[in-house]
Every structure is written in structure tokens, then in C-alpha cells.
């Protein structure tokens, strides 16, 4: 299949699954008498009157405590809608419960309201500190006890809607970016035709890599996605360049060599700057990585910059555009230049026929710690199995 083709299915098939980008699903708004209510206190007198009160306005879910040693463990197996937690109870407050609720990133803004007798200003500031929702006294009045908690829950209710709709409308940006990306790759590989599904094996190859170092998998399609812009770049390059199918002169594979650039700027929209001093060559002095590459924008599109402007790096140095060394190339730009380079060498060319498998991993192990990161080549032929399933799926022929 045709790159183009190949990519408006993905695009399609991403459609599908979450809808197109001007619609928001309604998420349903949860009505606080469905809520489940836990109430700890130690005195079960004062558990029976607060859930007499709640039941008395609709509300039928509850989880009751009273010893104080079960709270936190009831908690976390239950996971209440909103916890009534009484202050001074035995053997473990009600603030070491609260600061150990507040620890746990699940229940970090989770509603905890306070039950207390107290009088004590310097305990309550305490409690407030220690992330308190709210406050009520002992006695409880019921119409104050209604309303707080059905307040409170509305809040929380809300709060779990727009972080929901957040979601989704990030869920929308990360798939109109993937979509620019593909179409910056559709663009690119109408100057390059000879490499048609060049830019799906390289992408399919550093996932490959980035999965089996043990990057996290959002990481891992950060990455995988980013590649695919890699050789960009190639569409400032001239055709009789670009296309020529004999041996570049010196003059021309400098003019090649600009593509990283290039790349570079149409990514980040900011111009890579090349320090043409031959002591760049040499690596230790050469400016960190992240010093030119701190571009502003999506993620996605800044991790595409750096492949773009480092794929052509080498561990040794003699790399291009900068000269960088070793681990002065970010990752990312390492992972995306095994890829290309073994897709080029088992790829047709306007220059050259497919090399054999056999030699193109001898020559990738040939070039560990010049070209290559050593270990990035040992993981990519440690799962060959995987590299030859890309061959046949995105074959040219």
C-alpha cells in the first residue's frame, strides 16, 4: 500500500475510535444522592445520627467505622464518594488519617470532611493544613450537614467532569498533531519517491528499539511518531540533488547535508544554528544537545526537531550537522539513526539494490561505537524476528 493510503486509514481508524475532533461527548453529571457516604467516627451514637440524618435526604449508600483502625483500610477498598471523619479518636487520629489520605496521590483531592467537637483554633488550622475540605461541629445540625455534603459533592463531581473533558480534548490535539506530522511525511515523500515506505519502516523500527530499551509506552509512540519526520528536511533539497541516482560530489552531499536543518525548522520553526569551527568535530566541547534544541510548541513536534536536526550524528563524532559524541546526541536522535541507516541498507535505491539481511546486520555491528550507539544496535538485532515482520509489512514492491 501506498504511504498516502496506508496513513488516511490510520488517520480513519484513530477517527473511529474517538470521534471526530469538533464533537465533545456529554459526560452524564453524577447526582450527589447516588454517592456513596463513609462515616468514621469511634462513637457509634454519633455515626447513627449523622447517617440518619443523610438518609433521611435520599442518600442510601453508606460505609460505616467506628473502629478507628479501619478507616484507612476501608477506604482504599471501598473508595467512598466523600469521607466524615471524626477528629480525636484513638489509637490514630483523625489527622494522621487525613495526612495519610493526602499522601496517596488517589485521594489527594478527594473530599474529607471534619467532624469535631473541638474548639481548639491551632486544631483546626492543623486539620486545614493537613488538606481539610470542610468543617462541621458537633452537635451536627442536619440542614448543615445536608447542604455541606451536597455541596461538596457537586464540586467533586464537576471537578471529575472537566478533568474528563480535559482529557478528551487532549486526546483530540494529540491526534490533529499526529495528523500534521503525517501530512509533513506525505509532503516529504512526494520528493522522495524512490523511498515510498521508507519513513513506516523507520517508525516501526524505533518502536521496536524504544519498547524493548524499557521506555514508558507513552514515550515509546512520542518517539515512534516523531521519526517519521526524520528526513523532512529533504524537501529544501534541490531534485537534480534529491533524485540524482550516481554518486553525489562533494559539493551536493553538503547541499544533502542540509536537510537536517531544514527539518529542524520546519519542526520548530526556529533556525538550527551549525558552528562550522573544526573544533566542534571533536565532542567533549561541543554544546549540550538541549542547548539548540529548546523550542517551544508541542511535544510531539519538538521530539521531531531533535530527530531531525541529530539522526545523522555519529557516537564517534563525525556526524553531522554539529559533531555531537556519544550521549550529547539525545536518545531519540541515536534510536532514529540505526533505523534509517539499516532501512537504507535493506531498502532499494535509485543507487543501489537491497542488501541481504546477513549483510546489513554484519555492517550495523561493524559500525557499533563509530556510527552507532552500542547498545542500541544490540537491542535492534536482538529482536530480528520483529525487524523482518516490518520488512514484509511495509515492502515496497
Known sequence: MHLMGTLSQDIADRKDAHGPLSESPVVPHRHPISSSIMIADDNELNVRVVRAHLEHAGYQRFFTVSDPTDILPTVYREEPDILLLDLMMPHISGLEILAALRADPRFFHWPVVILTAATDHALRKQALEEGATDFLNKPVAPEELVARVRNILNMKFYREHLEEQVAQRTQHLLLAQREVVHCLARAAEYRDNDTGQHVLRVRAYVEIIARNLGLEPEIVQLIADASILHDVGKIGIPDAVLLKPDRLTDEEYDTIKAHCGYGYSICSNTILEVDNNEDCQGGNHCQDASLFLQTYGSPLLRTAATIAATHHEKWDGTGYPRGLRGTDIPLEGRITAVADVFDALSSRRPYKDP????????????????????????VFLGHLDEVQAVQQRYSDE
Do not use: I, S
Open 355 to 378: 542488501f541481504p539481511l546477513e549483510r546489513c546486520v554484519a555492517m550495523l555491528r561493524e559500525e557499533k561505537g563509530r556510527h552507532f550507539d552500542p547498545r542500541l544496535v544490540d
